[in-house]
Nanobody, 127 residues
Framework: QVQLVESGGGLVQAGESLVLSCTVS????????VGWFRQGPGKEREFVAT????????LYADSMKGRTTVSRDTRKSTVYLRMNSLRPEDTARYYC????????????????????WGQGTPVTVSS
């Protein structure tokens, strides 16, 4: 069973930055595409960013482009999500998820493609 644990959430002011981490407990980390999603109060789950298993294919939601960077460290089996210039509308619980890559064609932005999910970490941005 693959387990994902997010960390790094918290309370920040608008304009500040935050780095979220997602540690994936599996010996086959390099075979998983890892995505970030979020769900704000009263909102549906929303795609944020995805990094493919090879680390070279990256996708961002339009709302996050230019102020977000996703990266992965294979040695640590960890994926990072750095968010800059945070806005109150970024307030949400952020989840990471892993999708087995080999043999699959993934869009990377559809939550239904992801096999395993973490419990999420809350991010609150005050104005």
């Amino acid at each position: 069973q693959v387990q994902l644990v997010e960390s790094g959430g918290g309370l920040v002011q608008a304009g500040e930055s935050l780095v979220l981490s997602c540690t994936v407990s599996t010996s086959t980390f390099s075979a998983y595409t890892v995505g970030w999603f979020r769900q704000g109060p009263g909102k549906e789950r929303e795609f944020v960013a995805t990094i493919a298993s090879n680390g070279r294919s990256i996708l961002y939601a339009d709302s996050m482009k230019g102020r977000t960077t996703v990266s992965r460290d294979t040695r640590k089996s960890t994926v990072y999500l750095r968010m800059n210039s945070l806005r109150p509308e970024d307030t949400a619980r952020y989840y990471c998820a892993a999708a087995w890559q080999p043999g699959r064609s993934l869009s990377g932005s559809d939550y239904k493609e992801f096999d395993y999910w973490g419990q999420g970490t809350p991010v609150t941005v005050s104005s």
